[in-house]
Every structure is written in C-alpha cells, then in structure tokens.
C-alpha cells in the first residue's frame, strides 16, 4: 500500500505538466483539475482553523497565524508565543505518514512582530523496487518549508506583513522513475498580507468586532524533480480573502462567524486537440491558454485561461464556513465546513473542533466529517495543536 500511495505522489508532481488532457466526465461534468507541486503548502496545518473549516485569513490573530494571514501576528495580544501542531495523515491506510508544524512569534515592539514557522511531511519509510520488483532500499520521502515574517501596524485598523520561505521536497530520494532520473525539489517564494479589524456598532445591545484579511501566498519559483531540470512544476500560489464578525455577546460568551475564499493563481489546464501537433512537438490547444508561462505571468494569466470561460473561472473558487463559539476566553467550540466544486477537486467536508485555554497553555483539538464518496486524506482523524503564549500586551497597534 505504501508502494502505490508513494507512486501516486510521485506521478501527480512529477509529470503534472503532461500536455495531453482528456475529457473525463463526472456525473456529466468535465474535470479540469488543477495540480500542483507541493501541496503540502495548502494543507491547513493547525487544530484550530481546522475545526473551522480549514479557514483562517481573517480570524483573530493565535501563533499559526502564518498560514492563513501573517499580517495579523501584528495585533496578536501576547508579546511571544509558540505552538506545535501534529496531523496523520491517511490514518485509515498506514500509521507512519504525518504532517508536523512548529510556530514562533516575538512582538519587536508596540508596531511590529516577527515569526518564524517549520512546517515537516514525512512519508514513513518506503521501500523502492525495481520493474523485476527487487529491493532498491528502504527510504524515508520527505518535505519541508521554513518561513519567516515581518508584520507591522501601519493604522490604528490595518497591518501588513510580507514572508519569505524555502520549500524542500524529497520525494523519490534520487530514485530513476519512469525512466527519468530525480533529484530533490527546492524552490524559494514569498507571501503579501493584509488585515484589517476595527470594533463596529452595527447592534443595539451587542458590542461587535468586523475584520477582514488578504493574503496572496507561496508567490515564487517554480519546482523541478527531473534530473534534467527541464520539466519545471508551479507550487501552489494562492489567493486568500474573507471577512469575519465577532460577535461580544456578554462578558462570558462570544460568537464569531467567518469565510475564507480561495483561488489557485496557477494556469488552467488547456483542452488539446488529440491529434494536431505544433512543429516544436507539443499538442495544438483547442480551448484554454498555454500553461508554459513564468510565475508571474500565471498568476495574472490565471483569473481568464479557464477553457470554458468565466463559468470555469467562478468554479475554481473554493470556500471554507467557520464558527467559533467561546465562554469566558477558557473553552471555545467549533464548527465549519468547506467546499470545492466537483470539476475541480469535489473537496467537501464538515469540521468540529474545540479548544482550551488555562493561564499561558492552549490546546485545540479538531475532527475532519467528509460529506462525499470521495476519500479525504484527513477523514476520520484527529488534528491537535499545543500553544504557549506569554506575557499579556495590554496595547497593540501604537507607540503610546
């Protein structure tokens, strides 16, 4: 079982740029997937957003800020913090792959905070085979990112903070596949981030918070795992919006709802004609764009190279719902449920989570409900996260 998980990973990054496209129908709808390199980046890493949805750009700021809006680290309440986070995954199949993350944040002063984040996927140990299936040797595929921040106030309602990362992924461990010869996959990128909060008096007899985050996420290089260097893959740039609004209901009990609207920034795949070819060699497009382009041009190219026009385009916005209820800051409850539109991956899931804070320790725990035949990696399993945040700031977001 092991063998063909790892042979999947391996045939979905390391040929995604394959130009021939079938139609493939489900229930009498064409997929038109689009596939990255290192998905690992959109994986939602910690409990708490976990238990909502899998969304966060614009939720209150916590020490896993990075992920979902780095520009909120700058009005986090407390002045250090870390947490760690852990993830099986595919728990169902095998008991040895998991997702590991680490987070660190310091407030430089009244303005600013820097963060630091690690984030691990280990495949367990995978013994490779020849075509006469004799033992290559066992290995253990992996991957990482290291990130880094700035985040700063710039008014008494706004932050911005930028990040920088390294991505690292060891998949085949220099194993020939496919008769191509592999290499690990390194790539740089960068996250832009917004965030706005401000208390609102849109109630009578109910004090209110509003807040809506941006973040524009892994903008950078492409990967390449091909010994040659030729085949090149996007990672997974992404564009994150949403809003949130808090709702104080009493001095014991607050209520928060929230969504998170997203978008790969990435080129559509084109639909060719299966039987015209260009001099170069390549299949002649029918439908859609030539998907060859830098990183940047994709992220422009990709809000209007969907084959089937605009209708394609609002199908690959996917959208996480979440809510989070707390009683006196000490236990929080958690609901939300994602969506993703059957042409463009059919992720649907609902999530429960909870939370508790005691003095300077935290702890989230959050449960992943499918709500398709399809199988999430996550269903049925348990996500946790650990926090420790330290010293109280009674002002953020000024220098009085």
């Known amino acids: 079982m092991k063998q063909k998980i790892l042979l999947l990973l391996m045939a979905t990054l390391l040929f995604s740029n394959v130009e021939a496209q079938s139609y493939i129908e489900k229930n009498g709808q ?14 939602g890493p910690d409990a708490r957003a976990g238990g909502m949805g899998d969304g966060g750009v614009a939720s209150s700021a916590d020490a896993n800020s990075m992920h979902w809006n780095p520009a909120k680290y700058a009005r986090i309440a407390d002045d250090m913090g870390f947490s760690f986070s852990y993830t099986p995954w595919l728990r169902n199949l095998v008991n040895d792959i998991n997702l590991a993350y680490v987070s660190f944040y310091k407030r430089i002063n009244p303005m600013s905070t820097f963060a630091a984040t690690l984030r691990y996927f280990s495949l367990g140990e995978i013994t490779f085979t020849d ?4 033992s290559l040797g066992t290995y253990k595929p992996n991957e990482f990112a290291v990130d880094a921040t700035y985040s700063r106030v710039l008014t008494d309602k706004l932050s911005l903070a930028v990040a920088g990362r390294f991505i690292y992924s060891d998949l085949t461990q220099g ?14 990128a960068a996250d832009i981030a917004m965030y706005w909060e401000d208390d609102v008096n849109w109630f009578n007899t109910i004090d209110a918070t509003f807040a809506w985050g941006i973040n524009i996420s892994n903008i950078g290089s492409k990967i390449s795992y091909s010994g040659s260097n030729i085949e090149k893959d996007f990672i997974p740039t992404n564009f994150r919006i949403g809003p949130r609004l808090t709702l104080d209901l009493d001095d014991y009990n607050s209520l928060t709802f929230q969504v998170d609207i997203n978008k790969l920034l990435v080129p559509t ?12 060699g390549s299949l002649v497009i029918e439908k859609g764009m030539d998907p060859d382009v830098s990183p940047i041009r994709g992220m422009i190219q990709s809000w209007y190279d969907a084959p089937d026009g605009f209708s394609e385009e609002l199908r690959e916005f996917s959208f996480a719902f979440g809510t989070e209820y707390w009683y006196t800051d000490v ?4 609901g939300g449920f994602f969506y993703e539109d059957l042409t463009k991956g059919n992720r649907k899931y609902a999530t429960l989570g909870v939370g508790l804070r005691y003095n300077v320790f935290g702890l989230d725990f ?3 409900i499918p709500v398709t035949k399809d199988q999430n990696p996550l269903q049925n399993t348990l996500r946790f996260t650990l926090l420790f945040n330290l010293g109280k700031v009674s002002n953020t977001g000024s220098d009085n």
């Open 331 to 334: 236990l929080a409850l958690r």
């Open 30 to 43: 064409q997929l038109n997937v689009i596939t990255t390199a290192v998905p690992l980046l959109m994986i």
């Open 175 to 188: 194993q020939n596949v496919a008769g191509q010869e592999t290499k690990a996959g390194t790539s740089v």
């Open 366 to 368: 959050s449960y992943l």
């Open 131 to 134: 075509i006469n299936g004799s």
């Open 269 to 280: 795949p084109p639909i060719y004609y299966p039987d015209s070819v260009n001099p170069d």
